[in-house]
C-alpha cells in the first residue's frame, strides 16, 4: 500500500491551484500577491469549517478575545510571501501550518492533511505477489544497464584524463626551463640594479596620490548613485496608491500632503481592483449570474439599510467590509425593487 506523504498533498494543492488559473480564473489566485492572499482569506471567513477555523488560529495566531477579522486585516502581509512562491513553483518546502492555509486558499476538497491521507489511502489497493515480482525484475534490468552506462563514462573520463595529463606535465618542463637562474644572472643586469630600485622609490613615491584620486572617483559614483536611487524612488513611489471617487478607484500619489485634504481614505494600488472593481446599480439588463450559475455580482449592505452592488470582490471602499457574493433572495430583495 502507497504511504501517502505531505509531498502528495503539495502536489494537490498545486495542481489544483493550476486548475483554477486555467479553467475557472480567480481574481485574488490570478495573481497571488501577499495582499490579495490576504483578501482571499478575509473572503473564506465565513465559510469555512471547524478544521479551517482551527488553521486560521495555527496560522493568523488569532487571539479569541479579539474580533478575527480586525486580527486578519492587521496580520503581517510579508508572512503571506512564503506562500506566494510556493503557488509560483519558488518554494518546495513550506510548513505544514502553511500548506493548510494553501489548501483552503485554493478550495481543495480534501482537507485538512489528515482528511486527505486517510482518503487517498483507502483508494490504492494492495500489491499483489506476481505485481511485485515483475517490478523488481524491471529494477534489476534497469539498474544493471545504468551501472554499464556509469563503467563506460568512467572509462572515458579516465582516458580524457590522461590525454590532459601529457601536455600540462611538457608545459610546466618547459615554465622550469624559461626560469631565470639567480646564480648565472648576466653582469650588465647586476650593473642597472641600483638604478632600477632608484626608478621604482620615484614611483611609489607618486603612487598615494594617483590612490588618493581613484577614492575621490569612487566616492563620487557612489554619491551619484545613491542620489539617482533618491530621484527615482520619489517618481517611480509617488503614484503607488489608490482612492475611491463615487464609484471607481482612482490613481493618487501617496505623499502625507494628498493625504491631509483627501476625505477617502487611500490604499495601496492593487491593479486588479483599480480595473475591476465598479460600483454598478442594477437594471432590466443587469446580469448576476453566469454559466452555471455562479455569480458575478457582489453587494454589502449600509448602516442605513441600503444595499450598494459591485462588479468585484474586495472590501467595500468606504466601510472596509467584505463585498458578498449575490444570491437570488438580494436580487428579489433589492435589486429589482430599485
Keep these: 500500500m502507497k504511504n501517502i506523504t505531505l509531498n502528495d498533498y503539495k502536489k494537490a494543492i498545486r495542481a489544483k491551484y493550476h486548475e483554477i488559473v486555467n479553467h475557472n480564473p480567480d481574481g485574488y489566485l490570478l495573481n497571488p500577491s501577499p495582499g490579495n492572499l490576504r483578501d482571499k482569506c478575509l473572503l473564506l471567513l465565513n465559510d469555512i469549517d471547524d478544521d479551517d477555523r482551527r488553521n486560521y488560529k495555527h496560522f493568523f495566531e488569532l487571539n479569541e478575545d479579539v474580533d478575527t477579522r480586525k486580527q486578519i486585516e492587521n496580520f503581517d502581509i510579508n508572512k503571506f510571501r512564503p506562500l506566494q512562491s510556493f503557488l509560483l513553483g519558488k518554494n518546495e518546502n513550506p510548513s505544514e501550518k502553511k500548506l493548510e492555509i494553501l489548501a483552503i486558499l485554493v478550495e481543495l476538497e480534501l482537507r485538512p492533511f489528515k482528511k486527505f491521507r486517510e482518503t487517498k489511502n483507502s483508494e490504492f489497493k494492495p500489491e499483489t505477489a506476481e505485481e511485485t515480482a ?11 544497464a545504468i551501472d554499464t552506462e556509469e563503467s563506460k563514462e568512467k572509462e572515458v573520463k579516465a582516458e580524457e584524463e590522461i590525454k590532459y595529463e601529457q601536455p600540462e606535465a611538457e608545459n610546466k618542463k618547459k615554465e622550469e626551463e624559461l626560469k631565470p637562474d639567480n646564480n648565472r ?89 483599480l480595473k475591476y472593481q465598479k460600483k454598478i446599480t442594477p437594471c432590466d439588463t443587469t446580469t448576476f449570474f453566469i454559466a452555471g450559475g455562479k455569480p458575478c455580482v457582489w453587494y454589502c449592505k449600509m448602516p442605513d439599510g441600503t444595499v450598494e452592488f459591485f462588479s468585484y470582490p474586495g472590501l467595500h471602499p468606504v466601510t472596509g467590509e467584505t463585498l458578498k457574493k449575490i444570491t437570488q433572495h438580494i436580487v428579489d430583495k433589492y435589486a429589482v425593487k430599485n
Design 134 to 144: 515483475e517490478e523488481k525484475a524491471d529494477t534489476t534490468v534497469h539498474t544493471a
Design 185 to 273: 644572472m648576466p653582469a650588465v643586469i647586476t650593473k642597472n640594479f641600483y638604478s632600477d630600485n632608484k626608478e621604482q622609490a620615484i614611483h611609489r613615491s607618486k603612487s598615494p596620490y594617483k590612490l588618493k584620486a581613484k577614492y575621490i572617483k569612487i566616492a563620487a559614483v557612489i554619491i551619484g548613485v545613491l542620489v539617482l536611487g533618491y530621484v527615482l524612488k520619489n517618481i517611480y513611489t509617488d503614484h503607488e496608491c489608490m482612492t475611491w471617487k463615487t464609484d471607481h478607484y482612482e490613481i493618487v500619489p501617496c505623499n502625507t500632503d494628498v493625504k491631509s485634504f483627501m476625505r477617502n481614505t487611500i490604499v495601496r494600488l492593487n491593479e486588479e481592483t
